[in-house]
C-alpha cells in the first residue's frame, strides 16, 4: 500500500516565520503535486514536481522533489495570515499502484496569526 | 471558462438510501476523478475515468459506482448509504489524467443521518 506521509500535522506560527511542512513515502512518485485547501473549497494546485532534485519557487513558496522521488517539501518564508490553510501532498504514478490515481496525505494544517 | 462544478453543493441522507452526486469538468478535460474526503483527512481515490472508460478504482466497497458521459460530465452512484459514507465528495478533471495538473471542484458535502 502506497502511503504518503506529511509533517507536521499541524502548525500555528506568528506572521513573519518561516515554516517546512515535509511529504515523505517509501513509494517512488513519477510525478508529485501540492494542493492548498480552505475550508468549504476543493483543493487548489500550487505546484507539479517531476524530475528528481527539483526546486520550484512560487513567490515566498519553495518545492523541492527529493533525488529519489519519494518525498518532497515546501519551505514558506516570512508566512502571512493569507497563507492560512490545509496544504496537501499528492503522489502521481507511484509504481505498484494504480496509474489512475493521486495518492494524497493526510494534510498540513497551517494557521498564521498577524 | 467555469471550473468545475459539483451539484448539489450540499445533501442530508438517512442510513439505506441512496445518492448520485454530479460533475461537470472544465470544458476540453477529459478525464475526470472522484475522491472522498473525510474531515481531518486528505482527499482518497474513489474512481478515474478518462474518454468514457473506467482507468482506476480505489479502495471503496460495490456500493459506490460511477459513469463518465459523452460530454464528459460524470456522475458518483452511492448506494445502501452508511453513516461512515458522511464526508466532501470531490470531483477532480484534467486534460487526460493525473500526472496532469487537477483542477477540484468545491465539492459535495454528503451528510448521513
Known amino acids: 500500500t502506497q502511503l504518503l506521509e506529511q509533517s507536521p500535522q499541524f502548525l500555528s506560527i506568528q506572521e513573519g516565520e518561516n515554516l517546512t511542512v515535509y511529504c515523505n513515502s517509501s513509494?517512488?512518485?513519477?510525478?508529485l503535486q501540492w494542493y492548498r485547501q480552505e475550508p468549504g473549497e476543493g483543493p487548489v494546485l500550487l505546484v507539479t514536481v517531476v524530475t528528481g532534485g527539483e526546486v520550484k519557487k512560487l513567490k515566498r513558496l519553495t518545492f523541492q522533489f527529493g533525488d529519489a522521488r519519494k518525498d518532497s517539501s515546501l519551505h514558506i518564508t516570512a508566512a502571512q495570515p493569507g497563507d492560512t490553510g490545509l496544504y496537501l501532498c499528492a503522489g502521481a504514478g507511484g509504481y505498484g499502484g494504480s496509474q489512475g490515481n493521486l495518492i494524497f496525505g493526510k494534510g498540513t494544517k497551517l494557521s498564521v496569526k498577524p | 471558462d467555469a471550473g468545475v462544478t459539483q451539484s448539489p453543493t450540499h445533501l442530508i441522507k438517512t442510513r439505506g438510501q441512496h445518492v448520485t452526486l454530479r460533475c461537470s469538468p472544465i470544458?476540453?478535460?477529459?478525464?475526470v476523478s472522484w475522491y472522498q474526503q473525510v474531515l481531518g483527512q486528505g482527499p482518497q481515490f474513489i474512481f478515474q475515468?478518462?474518454?468514457?472508460?473506467?482507468?482506476g478504482r480505489g479502495n471503496f466497497p460495490d456500493r459506490f459506482s460511477a459513469r463518465q458521459f459523452p460530454n464528459y460530465s460524470s456522475e458518483l452512484n452511492v448506494n445502501a448509504l452508511l453513516l461512515g459514507d458522511s464526508a466532501l465528495y470531490l470531483c477532480?478533471?484534467?486534460?487526460?489524467?493525473?500526472?496532469?495538473?487537477?483542477?477540484f471542484g468545491d465539492g459535495t458535502r454528503l451528510s448521513i443521518l
Open positions: 477532480a478533471s484534467s486534460l487526460r489524467g493525473v500526472n496532469q495538473p487537477q483542477h
Open positions: 475515468y478518462y474518454e468514457k472508460e473506467e482507468r
Open positions: 470544458s476540453g478535460h477529459k478525464s
Open positions: 513509494s517512488v512518485f513519477s510525478s
